[in-house]
């Protein structure tokens, strides 16, 4: 399973970004799918999850902030980014788990700077 990222890029402070997350399966209409993001010189840690019964999970810093969803008739997870700040620069990744099947993407880089 190949999972493209992309929607990154740079934004100001209190600007907002869409995150899209493409999955070349359909395995992955039941699968769980999260966003996670890594900066530099830290741990990759998790922003978001969705349930295959669209059940979501936000980390506390970006509770209110961004909206994690999912079309699966285009085998696409969405992450909404908004009021973002600068400490939500990273690289984010788009990560699909199904049993103990568990794929990831390359990642896409977003940069929060005036």
């Known amino acids: 399973v190949q999972l493209v990222e992309s929607g ?3 934004v100001q402070p209190g600007g907002s970004l869409r995150l899209s997350c493409v ?7 039941i699968s769980t799918v999260g966003w996670y993001r890594q900066a530099p010189g830290k ?5 978001a999850t969705i349930t295959r019964g669209d059940t979501t999970t936000y980390a ?3 509770k209110g ?3 994690i969803s999912r079309d699966n008739a285009k085998n696409t997870a969405y992450l909404q980014m908004n009021s973002l700040k600068p400490e939500d620069t ?6 699909i788990k199904f049993g103990i ?10 940069t929060v700077s005036s």
């Open 8 to 10: 990154g890029g740079l």
């Open 23 to 29: 999955a070349s399966e359909n395995i992955f209409r």
């Open 43 to 47: 741990q990759r840690d998790l922003v």
């Open 60 to 62: 506390d810093s970006v």
């Open 65 to 67: 902030r961004f909206t």
């Open 90 to 95: 990273a690289v984010y990744y788009c990560n």
């Open 101 to 110: 099947l568990n794929y990831w993407g390359q990642g896409t880089q977003v």
